[in-house]
Nanobody, 121 residues
Framework: QVQLVESGGGLVQAGGSLRLSCAAS????????MGWFRQAPGKERERVAV????????YYTDSVKGRFTISRDNAKRTVYPRMNSLKPEDTAVYYC??????????????WGQGTQVTVSS
């Protein structure tokens, strides 16, 4: 019933930008924090950003601070990570996740299928 569908991935050159999106359905979107994770080949999944349910607070892991921003449009039930100044090490599958308590507790209830981001050198 709950679906998180990521889109916007692709191949970009280093220094370029992408805007991903995650469209949610089957949940009351305004009650859920939304997070983004990534997993590169051979590496563990890491959280890169999270935004709270109201959209007025966000968190970024150190490696993406100043380059990535996350926003949400509750009317469209969609969250948008914008990724600027991309580096080859940003190459990964990016996953959308949601959880009602996720911003505070890092508990995620639902996950998307992922979208591939590849950054060429």
């Amino acid at each position: 019933q709950v679906q998180l569908v990521e889109s916007g991935g692709g191949l970009v050159q280093a220094g370029g930008s992408l805007r991903l999106s995650c469209a949610a359905s089957g949940l009351t979107f305004i009650y859920y924090a939304m997070g983004w994770f990534r997993q590169a080949p051979g590496k563990e999944r890491e959280r890169v950003a999270v935004i709270n349910s109201s959209g007025d607070r966000s968190y970024y892991t150190d490696s993406v601070k100043g380059r990535f921003t996350i926003s949400r449009d509750n009317a469209k039930r969609t969250v948008y990570p914008r990724m600027n100044s991309l580096k080859p090490e940003d190459t990964a599958v990016y996953y959308c996740a949601s959880g009602r308590r996720a911003y505070i507790s890092a508990e995620y209830d639902y996950w998307g299928q992922g979208t591939q981001v590849t950054v060429s050198s």
